[in-house]
């Protein structure tokens, strides 16, 4: 390297570190994500997209920009460990055709408005199970600063049996096909381990399987194990020996067992669980993410809109989806860990705390179910879920205190993803409109 050239990377590092932009937070209350106790009057300091330090008081470090939240309770952003970017509320039109007349740039479209509302209400990270092409190129166009949005872990299509819950030709007439409806279809051990290398390939962070049945599909039953316990082993394998976590959407209890004995580390809906089912989950650590949102929208979409929702899965519905509701208490007593997901895309992310809460979740439970063991869920608890030193400077902060009143979950007025403001006094900020 030459004089110069030297020169002018000293000149470089120190423009670097001289942009670096110090902001401080003066929370009134932090509710940590690390303990369960709220800290009262704490400084939030953030150098760039980290958090530096949390000291006690309201510091004032010259050169640093202060951000009055005084009168606020402070969080970490929260995370919803169950979306679908692109998927739409039952309130327009049949998911059927809805599916037959959108291509995935379509949908990509489609994620783009729904990630933006879901970081509006205080959602700086999710973990999208069950995408495609469209999914990924939305991870990567918000991780590059394009659009607004949470950052995502991403699956692509499930993978699952022919005629499973995951095979989108379900429902549809026999003759129909086309390219991209077979890249979750795995009828074999060793589909099972193609599949998981291609979706590496493709570029997923995690990989979702259709161990049973499911409620929004035509002509499977939720009743059903319908992967084989060999299929599973070696998704798991196959997909731990990359780097992959995998999450399986199940119901019936003997193959939530046969799962968690496969080595999923979540279980998806897991409506139908027994005390003895949860107990072999708290036993091998596996994580419930429950998305009791998503049954008490499909449940009166049902009663008051069957047009709405796939051909014929109406009458499913309405014989399910009570249940989870029912079962929840039986989860929260088990101890077994839960982390929080919705199962929507589009609509209120928020719900799914009202919905635990009554269940029997503490509202302090509830919050961690949304950050820090959601954190521990996706891999990702060195970065995002809690506000101490070397986290993403993810927050989001609410008037009043969720943990006496849980609606203020729901009114998130100022969001923060990597230092950058997104919402301030509940308006979206110009940052939020890129
Ligand atoms: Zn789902």
Known sequence: MTLAASFALIVALFATSASARD???HAGTLLDGVTDSPRREVSILIRDDRITAVEP??????????????????????????VHIASKLPSRMNATENWLTHSALDRAFDGAVFVRAMLQQGFTSARDVGGGDDTVAVRDAINAGKIAGPRLWVSLEPLGPTAGHGDPRNGLAPGLSHPGWSDGIVNTPEEARLRVREHRGRRADLIKIMPSGGM??????????????????????????????????????????????????????????????????KEHGTYLVPTLTVFEIYYVAARDHPELLTPGTAPKELANDL?????????????????????????????????????????????????????????????IGSVQPGRYADLVATAGDPLADPAQFAHVDFVMKGGVIYRQDGHPTVAAVQ
Request: proline share 4%.
């Open 323 to 383: 249940l989870p509701k029912k079962n929840f208490p039986l989860a929260v007593k088990s101890g077994v860990k839960i982390a929080y997901g919705t199962d929507i895309g589009e609509g209120d992310h928020t719900m799914e705390f009202g919905l635990m809460i009554a269940g029997g979740l503490t509202p302090m439970k509830a919050l961690s179910a949304a950050t820090r063991n959601a954190a521990d869920l996706i891999g990702a608890a060195d970065r």
């Open 216 to 281: 929004a599909s035509t002509g499977d039953d939720p009743r059903q194990q319908l992967m084989t316990d060999d299929e599973m082993r070696v998704a798991v394998e196959t997909a731990h020996s990359l780097g992959l976590k995998v999450a399986a959407h199940i119901y019936p209890a003997n193959a939530i067992e046969a799962a968690v004995r496969a080595g999923v580390d979540s279980v998806e809906h897991g409506s139908f669980a027994t005390a003895q089912t949860f107990a072999l989950m």
């Open 57 to 82: 008081g309201f510091v004032k470090p010259a050169g640093s920009e202060i951000i009055d939240l005084s009168g606020q309770t402070v969080m970490p952003g929260f995370i919803d460990c169950h």
């Open 23 to 25: 902001v401080v937070i």
